[in-house]
């Protein structure tokens, strides 16, 4: 009961106004601490912030479907086009129409800024690059394409299939071949996303659900939450711990917190008498170092990583801990990040202190 409290506390300013209008594709902007959605109906890209005020971001036109946010901007598929918008001025940077596409349904961008797009009519997955907009037919699924996720951990692209029993598919990023990897017993799987822990989730209209897979899709899948209408292109915040579902039939968006469990691990038993942050090592690392801290009281500890300029780029640890030694594995497989110099921040009881790591790629 707490926890279903507690979400409505936080999310319930979202339900109370018609602020969305078949909306799409939900995605996360971390320096902009906000959520966009893409509302097909309105053809409006809008923006939540964590307090819940939605606000429109930019004006598209035509219907608009899958976003994401890649470098600085969002990334929108638009019929046949793929728009991209700056994410602080929102003027369009980016327009690039794929010849011969139909419906440009969900996109996907990996670390090196190429695009990967299901055409939801044609059967076909595109890629672009963004950096050039050059753009060229992938691969032919034969099942229709819906939600697209890049899988950088395990070198390939996940599709989520419409239609009944609707299968999951993967395109091997070494020798772009394509394969099933299930068959669900669901139909029309919409959006296709993971967590910190690499669990699978996926969206249907079938059961009016979001279901959880194992990432290697060998246990039975679990409802994560039910209830929904007509739920599209889902967004996992591995930050937070949120999953984000647009409902394209009843013109919501719902957020439920998953409740992974932390990765954080106590070392010792040991008190230690002061507080203290070491450093990461090894350093410089890719894609895994461990952060270690100390903490000689019971307290909220906020551990977090920050970029040069000052944006946050992960939560890691915000709960209260006991005293004691603690280790952080932190790996940038969950998180978009390129090579550069990094600044973990330990905040508890009043102590606050900064280092700085380097990320090699």
Same mark, same amino acid.
């Given at each position: 009961?707490?926890? %279903?409290?507690?979400?409505?506390?936080?999310?319930?300013?979202?339900?109370?106004?018609?602020?969305?209008?078949?909306?799409?594709?939900?995605?996360?902007?971390?320096?902009?601490?906000? *959520?966009?959605?893409?509302?097909?109906?309105?053809?409006? %890209?809008?923006?939540?912030?964590?307090?819940?005020?939605?606000?429109?971001?930019?004006?598209?036109?035509?219907?608009?479907?899958?976003?994401?946010? *890649?470098?600085?901007?969002?990334? $929108?598929?638009?019929?046949?086009?793929?728009?991209?918008?700056?994410?602080?001025?929102?003027?369009?940077?980016?327009?690039?129409?794929?010849?011969?596409?139909?419906?440009?349904?969900? +996109?996907?961008?990996?670390?090196?800024?190429?695009?990967?797009?299901?055409?939801?009519?044609?059967?076909? +997955?595109?890629?672009?690059?963004?950096?050039?907009?050059?753009?060229? %037919?992938? !691969?032919?699924?034969? /099942?229709?394409?819906?939600?697209?996720?890049?899988?950088?951990?395990?070198?390939?692209?996940?599709?989520?299939?419409?239609?009944?029993?609707? =299968?999951?598919?993967?395109?091997?990023?070494?020798?772009?071949?394509?394969?099933? +990897?299930?068959?669900? =017993?669901?139909?029309?799987?919409?959006?296709?996303?993971?967590?910190?822990?690499?669990?699978?989730?996926?969206?249907?209209?079938?059961?009016?659900?979001?279901?959880?897979?194992? %990432?290697?899709?060998?246990?039975?899948?679990?409802?994560? @939450?039910?209830?929904?209408?007509?739920?599209?292109?889902?967004?996992?915040?591995?930050?937070?711990?949120?999953?984000?579902?647009?409902?394209?039939? /009843?013109?919501?968006?719902?957020?439920?917190?998953?409740?992974?469990?932390?990765? !954080?691990?106590?070392?010792?038993?040991?008190? =230690?008498?002061?507080?203290?942050?070491?450093?990461? *090592? =090894?350093?410089?690392?890719?894609?895994?170092?461990?952060?270690?801290?100390?903490?000689?009281?019971?307290?909220?500890?906020?551990?977090?990583?920050?970029? $040069?300029?000052?944006?946050?780029?992960?939560?890691? $640890?915000?709960?209260?801990?006991?005293?004691?030694?603690?280790?952080?594995?932190?790996? @940038? $497989?969950?998180?978009?990040?390129?090579?550069?110099?990094?600044?973990?921040?330990?905040?508890?009881?009043?102590?606050?202190?900064?280092?700085?790591? +380097?990320?090699?790629?």
């Amino acid at each position: 009961m707490k926890k %279903i409290i507690l979400l409505l506390i936080i999310f319930l300013p979202g339900y109370i106004f018609s602020q969305y209008s078949s909306p799409e594709s939900v995605t996360y902007d971390s320096a902009g601490s906000r *959520y966009l959605i893409s509302n097909t109906s309105s053809s409006k %890209i809008v923006q939540r912030d964590l307090q819940g005020v939605v606000t429109d971001f930019v004006s598209v036109g035509g219907g608009i479907h899958g976003i994401t946010v *890649y470098n600085g901007r969002a990334y $929108v598929c638009n019929g046949n086009k793929v728009r991209g918008y700056n994410l602080q001025s929102a003027a369009e940077e980016f327009n690039v129409t794929l010849s011969g596409a139909l419906f440009l349904n969900d +996109i996907a961008i990996d670390d090196n800024g190429i695009a990967y797009i299901s055409d939801f009519s044609n059967r076909w +997955i595109y890629k672009l690059n963004t950096n050039n907009s050059d753009y060229w %037919i992938y !691969v032919l699924t034969t /099942n229709t394409p819906n939600g697209v996720y890049v899988d950088a951990a395990r070198n390939r692209l996940l599709i989520c299939c419409w239609g009944g029993n609707a =299968p999951v598919k993967q395109v091997n990023f070494s020798d772009s071949v394509i394969s099933n +990897i299930i068959t669900t =017993p669901y139909s029309n799987c919409d959006g296709i996303s993971l967590d910190r822990n690499d669990n699978v989730y996926i969206s249907t209209w079938g059961i009016q659900s979001v279901v959880k897979y194992d %990432i290697n899709f060998a246990n039975a899948p679990v409802v994560v @939450t039910g209830g929904l209408s007509n739920p599209a292109d889902i967004y996992v915040n591995k930050n937070s711990d949120t999953l984000a579902v647009p409902n394209a039939g /009843n013109n919501t968006v719902t957020f439920y917190f998953l409740d992974n469990p932390t990765s !954080v691990s106590q070392i010792n038993s040991e008190i =230690p008498h002061t507080y203290t942050l070491k450093q990461n *090592y =090894p350093n410089p690392f890719n894609p895994t170092t461990n952060l270690e801290f100390g903490i000689s009281e019971l307290g909220f500890v906020s551990l977090k990583i920050y970029d $040069v300029k000052g944006n946050e780029v992960a939560a890691l $640890v915000n709960e209260n801990k006991p005293a004691g030694n603690y280790n952080y594995q932190f790996s @940038t $497989v969950n998180y978009q990040l390129s090579s550069g110099i990094y600044f973990y921040k330990l905040e508890t009881n009043g102590f606050s202190e900064t280092k700085r790591m +380097i990320l090699l790629k």
